[in-house]
């Protein structure tokens, strides 16, 4: 079977469900990546990418407690699965041997 591909953006929604542990759901990811990265990040991206990342069975989810600050609405938590942290770890080793790699003084 072929390896699944993880894009840019479903990667740093993976690294931020991992940061975000018990309280990753979309608009604590968007806001997250929002504060990091400096750029605009929408709500429906990052669900969307939540989604296919769940389809590749790096995240899973589950509904959490109705709160009154929602209305009585459950929010989907997200967390990395076995396999999700398997890739995250092969992506950094890869981005580690890469930057390795690069001839010097590359760096200044």
């Known amino acids: 079977m072929a390896r699944a591909y993880l894009g840019e953006f479903e990667e740093l929604v993976l690294l931020t469900v991992a940061v975000l542990d018990s309280d990753a759901y979309g608009v604590t990811i968007a806001a997250e990546l929002n504060r990091r990265t400096?750029?605009?990040?929408?709500?429906?991206?990052?669900?969307?990418?939540?989604?296919?990342?769940?389809?590749?069975?790096?995240?899973s989810s589950e509904l959490g407690s109705p709160t009154?600050?929602?209305?009585?609405?459950?929010?989907?938590?997200?967390?990395?699965?076995?396999?999700?942290?398997?890739?995250?770890?092969?992506?950094?080793?890869?981005?580690?041997?890469?930057?390795?790699?690069?001839?010097?003084?590359?760096?200044?």
């Open 38 to 59: 400096e750029r605009p990040v929408s709500l429906s991206g990052v669900h969307v990418a939540l989604y296919r990342l769940e389809e590749k069975a790096f995240v």
């Open 68 to 108: 009154a600050a929602r209305g009585g609405r459950r929010k989907r938590i997200f967390s990395v699965t076995t396999l999700g942290k398997h890739m995250l770890s092969d992506m950094r080793e890869l981005r580690n041997q890469l930057w390795e790699s690069i001839p010097l003084p590359f760096i200044s």
